[in-house]
Structure formats: structure tokens, C-alpha cells
């Protein structure tokens, strides 16, 4: 009986449990709503009448206890209630739970700890589920701030209510963001509100830090909706009481930057950091719950700002970034403003609208020297990156250098800590912000327009670039006398300086090349069979085809061999539409594949590659089965009528099967390839070719380099590359530059008035052809330049160019640029050995460059004359002429090479030598060179350049050893020697250089033994440095670290000893997790090292001190006798101390830097230790809740919030 009655118990809490959810669910449908309520997990669940407490009758409810968990789900977002009861009214959509209960609300995914918005534990809660409204009793609340690293809100209260806008009361609640046990601080109130959009509102609220009251606040309200105008309101000592305001007529404010100064401000501590669409309610902009994952960031905003001293701003910015392809960018920017001059009034940095005799000036602006009622600031930018049309436009309009100081230092958010606590520091205003001296006009652009259907004749035709600016610089206005004179913003204006516009244009184009279809078809003349109903032969045959037989015609039925991808070239061509269309790349793959049997890698899979567009490795291509018993005889005979090249290989599958090739087909073959060689070089494999490919390049697919190079190699002849091409770049530039000399005063600047008009034309024309020969074993390039240019000032100003003297230096400059030449340059490079892994560095170079003909100006400025000269073989006509030859080796990759070479005549001769070599465990490169020089007296004589050399060796356990040394071939004579060893954070070197030799003299100091240097020891050092990667120790756990850095640095002078010097940094920093960081640093230097060693040095004077150095090191530590550290030559540079006490929600910063300074006292200098000190204070939540006491010079200062430490 017992087990019976179980059975049943079990089977009514599971129909309960299904009867509790199925109707929800209904319930949910009919009435519209996306609302579902699941259980999740009960240990019982029992149906239950109970009397209704407001009809007095029964009611049907279900309980379910013992780890109860229910999650309803509204569409917008989850929720969980867990319990150990939990009782559902389903005919009121009531959710009452008692006994340890969680409630937590999140996104449509969230429910684990951490993710959810929201999270209630308390006693006892009740909900209704239809209108998302609670009641919560003795617990606490914590919700999230919606800032990535910031603390949640925690709020207990003997009771809250949450209603469905999200908004949600407490009753005697305790706010923080400190999870501690005990706070470190609280804000407690008789009333909290905390609304959608991070608001915050209290009644009777009183600020504890620690368990001491701070402060009382009658009523708080932080509004997340934001004013319509945004105002902001504040004092400063130059402009006086302010209200600034900006208006979005579109768009919206953008979150305030992680970096910026409002991050750490009281609005950042309450605002969730995101952007939320807004909507407009009266004069308020209130957050929807829509969060804006990518705001736009168009804008189109109205300024308008008072101050009580200065006088009004009014002004519009906007930016936009049209959805149409051109232009990609809009901004405009206009400011207006209407204001008075300042004047000091005393010393303190405060100012009046009234002069000395009380009167008041209001201020002008000025445009092209019109007066204007208005001072102005502006800017119109637009910019387009269309690859046809690019544009790029900035014009900035400004009255005068001072308006950018005296109207931009505004925001659009109110710092209320700033406010409150730092307003002395607000009152001097923004020092960063600084007065104008300059602007400029810019438009830049181009014009590339699509010409391939004019290829390869044209290949661009182009206004490569064009662009026009106008420079403003400023001046004195000398119109304005008295207190005007330095005080008025008109004391200075803006001037036109000059006006460029510019344009160039740009034709190329090709006029002969070998990679044109008539160059290629030209090789092909003998091997053009039709191929049309040919199948491929490099593939396995496809007997679904039906397009090999001859008898059974095409298949143009079910298309499939093209589905395939391995079908016959027939099929793809008649599915196309057009010959030759869908030929697969990989023709020649299976035959190049070393036979490698891969049964996971199919022809139909690479076929699939290609139609996807994807290209395949050159390992997927060699893992390819070469298929030898697939072909048929027949397919051979086609490779034989299409002209490919044979390697070992093909030739043993041809012998087997009966087929020769005579040498004039292989030559032909050969010849083929060669053409096409370019194109399979440079990717490991081309696409499907296009229907007008010839019938032979169908079956040419590309080839991996080094199997290409391979086929060419085993040819015996082969047909070189070879363009002739054409580029034409004229170009237009004007110049007109103002006349400032008469403009005294913004009246009377003019547009009109110039003191020159410029402009150059320039028509330069190339002729390039390039030829080269079998993967560039012969390559020889030659162009033909032509340089025309003329150029005129044709005005010159008489008021600024008085003199004849000035006019005809302008003219003669002008004579001298308009001039033109034909030029010529060429370069042969021959590579012997280019197709061989291990000659290829082999080369022999040829260079020349120089003038045909050009025009020169021979003339005077009274009398102008150009003479045409051809060219003679002097320096005056050429430019370059050289011949280089390397001679050299590649190993294993390592690249040994000897380089000569040499300028040959007309220029001034010269040989040069270089020779670089490597190997695993080392380098070494030298080189010199011997050329003629001209001297001082006109003549000619050899000189030779230094002999430089320089080894590396690369040494076991991370050591490497270098040597440096250079010779004086003229002199005959070494020059420097240096010697380097390093390893990690250890180095040491040696020197040996040409240096003049010196005597230690008493009373004298170091004086110098004749001017002729001497060959000798010049320095040593070592110097050893673990500040990047310090030695660090950690115990507890990992929760104490502690590092110790150094850099050390010895270094002695061999030629003057007494100048050697030691220099030691060291720096220990102890952490505690979460607790504190403690770092010491010094720095220390000793520059008596020689003292120590004057015996060993055979100083000639005796220098007093110490000598034993380990005594002297002692001395320097002796802190309880003064003369002791005085005479010790260890002398402390710096001594610093930092230490940063992490108190949870605070964070207090101690630094200490001691240095010695220089003082003289009664005639007297001494050195005096000058500590200073500083100690902050700073909130973490809100930053600019920071107090800093500061020590320096004897001067002790306090300030509040907004001071840097």
C-alpha cells in the first residue's frame, strides 16, 4: 500500500507540474503575448485551495517547495525565481515565494551569475507575472551598472518594488558599489529610486565613508535623460559667469570616451557607458531600453553659449556620411560670436569689459576686408573615396587668431564633482587650447576613369591629381594704439599669403608587348588543330561523358561532364556556349604529379575549388594520382598536337605508349611554353581560360615556378618577354602671391592686390622597352625620356620688386628652369645562372644614363638665349655609366657573394669591391672602393674610401661576438676597431680608434701631446640591464611577488682615465595582491673609477680619496658620518619611493623623489637633498573624487578633485 500511494504522488506532481506550464502557454497565445512560465525544477509539486483574501472564496493554486527554480520568458528578456517555496496563482499570474529567494533578471540567454541585470536575495518576494511588477521584502538588490569594468549597484532595503517600466523603489535602503562585508562606503536614505536609464534619485540620504557620516543631501536627482540643450553651467575668471548649450536637431550625444576627462566624472560613475535611442518628452531626451549596438554618428547640433563678461556664441556643426557613393563625408562648422574686449584688472587674472577710462569696445571680425558685426570660426570638409572621383575639401573660415581660445573651451556635459570641489582650477579656464596663426584652403582630387576597353594601346588616361590652396597666415594690425593694442582680438588678422592651383594628367599605355593575343598567336601558327571535340587528355576519362567517342557525337543532353568537373573539354565548351569555356587548370597537374597515391584528394574536388574560386596548394596538386594506365593512346596523340613540353617523366608514360616526338615539335613546344612562362611563374595555378583562348593555351594550364623553370631548363631553346611601352605625365601649376606691403590694418586686405603671377607647365613623355629572356637570365630595359618645362612670372609687382636687380634675379631663375632634354637610360642585367638553386646570385650589370640632347640657358638678363646641345661624351651630358658584376653562391640558403664595380667614363672613375658572406653560426661583409677626386686646385687624383669590415659570430647558448673595423687606405693607417659581446641582458665591447694623445699635467688638467693621432686603445665597458625582464619571486600562493630590476653601466676611458664613470640603477617593487605596490628606485654614479686604479694606470699626478673601492662603496652607506659620504666617490643621482594602496574602493598613492640640487650660500656651492612629496587620495568609482597634499621647494599645497599627483 505504502508503494501504491507513492506511484500516485509521483504521477499527480508530474500532471501538476504539466498542468502548471501548458496553460500558462495558452494563456500567453490568446492573449497576444510572447510569455512563457517554465518550471525548471521542484522537488514537489502539489495543487492547493486556499481562501481568496479579496472575494472571500477558494482558489486553486500550485505549490511547488524544495529547490523550486521558475523562469518566465517575456520576449524581451528572462527571469529566474529560485526558492524553497513557491506558490502560482495561474488565474492571476501571481508568483509568491518564501525562503532564501534569488530573483534575477537578464537578456533572452542570461541567467548565470554575473550576466543578469538584475539580482534579488532576500526573504520573501511576490510578482505578477502579467505586469512584470514586484514586491521584494528584506533583502538586497544589486544591479548592474552596463559598464564593461565597473562595480554593480548594491542596494539593501526592508522593502522594494519594482514596477513594469523597470523603475524600482526602495524603503530604508543602504546603496553601494562596495561588495565588502563591511562597505567602505554607503550612501544610506529613506527613499531610493532607481530608474530606467541608470537615474537615480534619494529622500534624506547621508554619505558614510567607512562607518563616519560625510555629508547630508536633503533630495538627489541624477537624471540618465538628459536636457534637450544640454546646458552647462560654471564660472571663470577672463569670460565670467557662463551657460553653455547644445542642441541636437538630429543625431544624438555620443558616450563620453574611456579616455577622456568626463570618464572619470560623477556622470560616468552613474551612467552605463552605452548609447540608448532617445526620444524627445517635453524639454527631456529619456533613454528607451533600445540599446544603440552601432550608434550612427551623423549629427547636426545648435550652440549657444552667454558669458556674463565676454558675450554670446551662437553656432551649428554637423557631420554626415551620406548613403549614396558619393561623397563619403560631410562636416560644416559655423560659429558666430558676438563679444566684447577684456582687459585685466589686476594681476590675479581677472578681467572687465571696461578699459582704464571706462569705456567699452565691442569686437568686429573681418572677411576679405569687409567689416563684419561678428567675430566667426568655421570650417566646410568633404571628402569621397570613389576609386573613379576622389575629393578631398577643407575650407576653415576665422576672423582673427584669438577666437578658438576665447569660445571653444566648452562641453556638453556638466562635471558636478569638478563643480563642487575644484573650482579654482575650472576658473583658469583650458591652458592647452591656444590662439592661430595660420590656416589654409585645401582641395586635393583625381580622376581615374575605366579605359581597359582602350587596353593594351591605353591603359590610363587619368587627371592623376589636381588641387588648389590658399594660405592665410597673420599679422600686426598697426591701426590699433592703447590698451586696443594688446588686448582687442582684432590686434591681430588674417591675410591671403598665396594661391596654388594644380593639375596634372596622366596617359599610358602599351604599344608592343609579347603578352598580347597577336604576340602569342604568332608563335602558335603550326599548332592550331581543331581541338574543339577533343577531351581533355591529362584527366581520367569520364564514361558518363559521351564525348570521346568519335561515333557517338557530343552530349549535349545532361551536361555531365561540365557538372563533373572531369568530363571532356566538349561538353564545357557546348555548355558555355563558346569554344574553349570551363577548361579545367589542372591539364598538366596529373602529369607533373609525382604519382603519390592520395585517394582523399579527387579531381572532382579541385574542379569544385575552382568553381568556388579558390585556388589550391601546390601540395594539393602533387597529391594528385598521376593515373598512367587511364590513358589511352588516343589522348597521348592530342598532347603531341597541342605542344607541351616533356619532362623524364611524361617521356617514359610516352615511350610506353608508342609515341615520338621529332626535335622541330619539340622546339615548337618549347617555344610555347616560353611565351606563356610569365603567367605560370608567377601564381601556382590560373583560372579556366576565357573563350577566346587559342586552342594550344587550353591545354597550357599554370605550372609551380620550380617545376616551370624544370620544363624550360630541358628545352633546347626558348622565346623571351619583351614590352614596349609609353607614358605621358603633363602637369599644370599656377601660383599667385599677394602684395602685403601696403596692408596695415584687416581693411585693407584685398584679393586683388599681387606681387607676382607664376605658372610652369611641364610635359615630360617616356619610352620604355623592356626585353627579357628565359626567367630573366637576360634582361636589358632602355627608355627614352623626354623633359620639356617652362615657367614665367609674367607680373611681377613694382611696389614690391622695385629694384632691377630683383626683377631679373625672378627672370633669370625662370630662363634657366624653361628648358627641355631628351634622356636616355638603360640597364643590362645578364643572370647566366638564373634557373640553377645554387649560381643563381651570378650577374653582370651594365648602367648608363644620360642627356641626347638639351637646352641650356647661355644668355644674360639683358639679353636671353638658349642653345640646343647634343649630346658629348662629358660629364655635363651623362649622368651614370657603370658596370657591376657578382660572383656568388647559394648554400644551403645562405648567400656568398663578391660584388665589383666600377664608373667608367666620361664620369669620374671609380672601382669598388664588396664581398658579403654567411654561413650558419656567422656573417661577413667588407668593402672599399678607389675613385678619382677632384682637388682643390683643379686637378684630378685617386683617393681611396675607407675599408670597412665586419664579422658576427653567432655562439652557443644565445652569445653573439662582433667586430668592426675600418681602414684609412689614404693614410694608410687603421681607424677604428671596436669588439662587441652580448648576450640577453649582458653586453661588453672594446675600441680602438685614431686618437690624439693626452698628458695628465698637475694644474692643468688633461693637455694634448701634439695634433698627430695615434692608433690606440680608446674605451671599454660593459653594461648589464634586466629592467625589461626582471628577476621576480612569488610566495603565498602567487599572492606576493616581489621583482628586482638593475641597469648597470661601467664604461672607462682608455685616453683620458679620470673621465671613466659608473653609472647603477637599481629598482626593487614588493606586491601584495590587491593590497599594495611598494617600488624603490635609485640611481647612483662614481666618476673617480680612476682613483682606484692609478697605480695600475701610472697616472702621473696622484689622486686624492679612497682607493680601495670596496671601502668607498661602505662609506657611501655610512648615513651616520657626513664626512665619510662626502668623500666617497658613490654619489646618489635620485631616490625615489612609490607606493600604491589599493583600499577597495579607494586607492591612496604616496611618491617621494629625493635629488640633490646645486645651492650657493655666502659665495659658497653646495649640494642639498630637495625632497619632494606627494600624497593622493582618489575614488575609484569616481575619479575626480581625489585630494592631493603636495611638498616641493618648501611649499605645502592642497587641492581637490581634478589634480594630477
Not at 9 to 32: N, T, Y
Request: glycine share 8%; proline share 5%.
Amino acid at each position: 500500500m505504502p508503494r501504491f500511494r507513492l506511484t500516485l504522488r509521483i504521477l499527480f506532481s508530474a500532471l501538476s507540474a504539466w498542468a502548471a506550464v501548458f496553460p500558462a502557454v495558452l494563456a500567453a497565445q490568446e492573449d497576444g503575448e510572447k510569455r512563457t512560465v517554465t518550471v525548471e525544477s521542484a522537488y514537489t509539486v502539489e495543487s492547493e485551495n486556499v481562501p481568496d483574501e479579496l472575494t472571500g472564496s477558494e482558489k486553486t493554486v500550485t505549490v511547488f517547495r524544495g529547490g523550486a527554480v521558475i523562469s518566465v520568458s517575456d520576449g524581451d528578456g528572462i527571469f529566474r525565481i529560485s526558492a524553497d517555496e513557491i506558490i502560482y496563482d495561474r488565474a492571476r499570474e501571481m508568483l509568491e515565494a518564501r525562503g532564501n529567494v534569488r530573483y534575477e533578471r537578464g537578456g533572452a540567454v542570461s541567467g548565470e551569475e554575473g550576466e543578469s541585470g538584475e539580482i534579488f536575495r532576500g526573504g520573501a518576494m511576490l510578482f505578477n507575472i502579467a505586469k512584470m511588477q514586484g514586491v521584494f521584502l528584506d533583502g538586497v538588490f544589486t544591479r548592474d551598472s552596463g559598464q564593461e569594468d565597473a562595480d554593480p549597484f548594491i542596494v539593501r532595503a526592508e522593502a522594494a518594488g519594482r514596477d513594469s517600466g523597470s523603475t524600482i523603489a526602495f524603503r530604508n535602503g543602504v546603496l553601494t558599489s562596495c561588495d565588502a562585508e563591511e562597505p567602505h562606503w554607503t550612501l544610506r536614505a529613506s527613499r531610493i529610486w532607481m530608474l530606467p536609464g541608470n537615474e537615480l534619485a534619494l529622500l534624506n540620504g547621508i554619505l558614510f565613508i567607512g562607518p563616519l557620516p560625510v555629508f547630508y543631501v536633503p533630495f538627489f536627482y541624477y537624471p540618465g535623460d538628459e536636457m534637450v540643450f544640454h546646458p552647462v553651467f560654471g564660472y571663470r575668471n577672463r569670460e565670467g559667469f557662463f551657460v553653455q548649450t547644445t542642441t541636437y536637431l538630429y543625431g544624438q550625444k555620443p558616450p563620453p570616451d574611456p579616455g577622456s576627462e568626463e570618464s572619470g566624472s560623477l556622470s560616468n560613475f552613474l551612467d552605463s557607458g552605452a548609447a540608448y535611442r532617445q526620444e524627445r518628452d517635453g524639454l527631456f531626451l529619456r533613454n528607451t531600453a533600445e540599446r544603440l549596438t552601432d550608434p550612427d554618428p551623423d549629427y547636426f547640433k545648435l550652440k549657444l553659449d552667454a558669458y556674463s563678461g565676454l558675450g554670446v556664441l551662437a553656432g551649428i556643426d554637423g557631420s554626415f556620411t551620406p548613403d549614396a557613393r558619393w561623397p563619403d563625408s560631410v562636416s560644416i562648422a559655423a560659429d558666430a560670436g558676438f563679444s566684447r574686449t577684456l582687459y585685466p584688472l589686476n594681476s590675479a587674472g581677472f578681467y572687465s569689459p571696461y578699459a582704464q577710462d571706462g569705456t567699452r569696445r565691442k569686437d568686429y571680425g573681418w572677411m576679405g576686408g569687409m567689416r563684419l558685426p561678428f567675430r566667426y570660426r568655421g570650417n566646410f570638409a568633404l571628402t569621397s573615396d570613389d576609386p573613379v572621383f576622389s575629393l578631398r575639401l577643407s575650407m576653415p573660415f576665422v576672423s582673427d587668431p584669438y577666437f578658438k581660445q576665447d569660445f571653444t573651451d566648452r562641453s556638453e556635459t556638466l562635471n558636478w564633482v569638478d563643480f563642487l570641489m575644484n573650482q579654482s582650477e575650472l576658473a583658469q579656464g583650458d591652458d592647452d587650447i591656444t590662439t592661430e596663426t595660420s590656416f589654409d584652403w585645401r582641395l586635393y582630387g583625381s580622376f581615374t576613369p575605366d579605359v581597359s576597353f582602350l587596353s593594351p594601346w591605353i591603359t590610363s588616361l587619368s587627371v592623376s591629381s589636381f588641387s588648389a590652396e590658399v594660405s592665410f597666415s597673420s599679422m600686426r594690425n598697426r591701426a590699433l594704439s592703447g590698451e586696443d593694442l594688446t588686448y582687442a582680438p582684432e590686434r591681430s588678422f588674417f591675410y591671403p599669403e598665396y594661391f596654388r592651383p594644380a593639375v596634372s594628367f596622366r596617359a599610358a599605355g602599351t604599344l608592343l608587348s609579347s603578352e598580347t593575343p597577336a604576340a602569342r598567336s604568332s608563335l602558335q601558327e603550326k599548332a592550331a588543330p581543331d581541338l574543339q571535340r577533343l577531351s581533355n587528355p591529362f584527366l581520367p576519362p569520364d564514361p558518363t561523358a559521351g564525348v570521346t567517342e568519335p561515333e557517338n557525337g557530343p552530349d549535349t543532353g545532361n551536361g555531365t561532364a561540365a557538372e563533373s568537373g572531369t568530363g571532356g573539354i566538349a561538353a564545357e565548351q557546348e555548355s558555355a556556349g563558346e569554344p574553349g569555356a570551363g577548361a579545367l587548370p589542372e591539364i598538366l597537374a596529373l602529369l607533373l604529379a609525382e604519382a603519390e597515391d592520395d585517394p582523399e584528394f579527387t579531381v572532382e574536388e579541385l574542379a569544385e575549388q575552382y568553381r568556388e574560386g579558390e585556388t589550391p596548394e601546390i601540395a594539393d596538386l602533387l597529391r594528385l594520382r598521376a593515373a598512367e594506365e587511364e590513358l589511352a593512346a588516343r589522348d597521348l596523340a592530342v598532347l603531341q598536337s597541342a605542344g607541351v613540353t616533356l619532362t623524364g617523366t611524361e617521356r617514359a608514360l610516352l615511350a610506353a605508349s608508342g609515341i615520338e616526338l621529332t626535335g622541330e615539335e619539340e622546339a615548337e613546344i618549347a617555344a610555347v611554353l616560353e611565351a606563356a612562362e610569365e603567367e605560370l611563374a608567377a601564381a601556382v595555378v590560373t583560372r579556366a581560360p576565357s573563350a577566346g583562348t587559342t586552342p594550344a593555351e587550353r591545354f597550357l594550364p599554370a605550372l609551380p615556378a620550380g617545376r616551370a623553370g624544370e620544363l624550360a631548363m630541358s628545352s633546347g631553346s626558348g622565346v623571351g618577354r619583351y614590352s614596349l611601352t609609353w607614358d605621358f605625365t603633363p602637369s599644370f601649376a599656377y601660383e599667385s602671391n599677394f602684395d602685403v606691403t601696403a596692408w596695415t590694418e584687416p581693411g585693407d586686405v584685398s584679393f586683388r592686390d599681387f606681387s607676382s603671377l607664376f605658372y610652369r607647365i611641364q610635359t615630360p613623355l617616356r619610352l620604355l622597352g623592356d626585353y627579357s629572356w628565359s626567367r630573366d637570365t637576360v634582361h636589358f630595359s632602355s627608355g627614352l625620356n623626354f623633359y620639356n618645362t617652362v615657367e614665367d612670372h609674367f607680373y611681377l609687382s613694382d611696389r614690391v620688386y622695385a629694384s632691377e636687380a630683383s626683377r631679373n634675379s625672378v627672370l633669370l631663375s625662370d630662363w634657366r628652369n624653361s628648358v627641355f632634354s631628351l634622356q636616355t637610360d638603360n640597364e643590362l642585367r645578364v643572370r647566366p645562372f638564373a634557373r640553377s638553386e645554387m649560381l643563381y646570385p651570378v650577374e653582370i650589370g651594365w648602367n648608363f644614363t644620360g642627356d641626347i640632347l638639351h637646352k641650356e640657358f647661355t644668355g644674360t638678363a639683358a639679353d636671353p638665349a638658349w642653345e640646343v646641345r647634343w649630346m658629348q661624351w662629358d660629364d655635363a651630358f651623362v649622368d651614370e655609366h657603370s658596370l657591376s658584376a657578382v660572383i656568388g653562391l647559394d648554400v644551403a640558403g645562405y648567400e656568398e657573394k663578391l660584388t665589383v664595380s666600377s664608373d667608367l667614363s666620361p664620369l669620374l672613375r671609380s672601382y669598388g669591391a664588396g664581398l658579403e658572406l654567411s654561413w650558419f653560426f656567422g656573417s661577413f661583409a667588407a668593402n672599399g672602393a678607389y675613385q678619382e677626386e677632384e682637388n682643390a686646385a683643379g686637378g684630378l687624383e685617386w683617393l681611396w674610401d675607407p675599408l670597412t669590415a665586419n664579422v658576427s659570430w653567432y655562439l652557443p647558448l644565445g652569445f653573439t661576438f662582433s667586430q668592426e673595423y675600418t681602414h684609412d687606405m689614404n693614410e694608410e693607417e687603421p681607424s677604428t676597431l671596436s669588439v662587441r659581446l652580448a648576450h640577453s641582458k649582458f653586453s661588453a665591447y672594446y675600441t680602438v680608434n685614431n686618437a690624439i694623445q693626452y698628458t695628465l699635467k698637475e694644474g692643468q688638467g688633461w693637455v694634448a701631446e701634439g695634433a698627430e693621432p695615434q692608433f690606440k686603445p680608446y674605451a671599454c665597458g660593459i653594461s648589464w640591464s634586466n629592467i625589461a625582464q626582471p628577476f621576480r619571486l612569488q610566495f603565498w600562493k602567487n599572492r606576493i611577488t616581489v621583482q628586482a630590476g638593475f641597469n648597470a653601466g661601467l664604461e672607462f676611458n682608455l685616453v683620458r682615465q679620470t673621465e671613466s664613470n659608473f653609472n647603477f640603477t637599481p629598482e626593487i617593487t614588493v606586491q601584495i595582491h590587491d593590497i599594495f605596490d611598494l617600488t624603490f628606485r635609485s640611481t647612483s654614479t662614481n666618476s673617480v673609477l680612476a682613483r682606484y686604479f692609478q697605480k695600475w694606470m701610472g697616472l702621473p699626478v696622484e689622486i686624492p680619496g679612497e682607493r680601495n673601492i670596496l671601502v668607498d662603496l661602505a662609506k657611501s652607506f655610512n648615513f651616520w658620518d657626513a664626512q665619510d659620504r662626502r668623500e666617497s666617490g658613490f654619489k646618489l643621482k635620485t631616490l625615489e619611493m612609490e607606493m600604491n594602496h589599493y583600499l577597495h574602493d579607494w586607492t591612496a598613492t604616496f611618491k617621494a623623489v629625493i635629488t640633490p640640487e646645486l645651492r650657493t650660500e655666502g659665495g659658497r656651492p653646495r649640494y642639498e637633498f630637495s625632497p619632494e612629496l606627494a600624497f593622493s587620495v582618489s575614488w575609484n568609482p569616481v575619479s575626480d573624487v581625489r585630494a592631493t597634499a603636495k611638498s616641493e621647494d618648501g611649499r605645502f599645497t592642497l587641492s581637490a578633485a581634478g589634480t594630477d599627483d
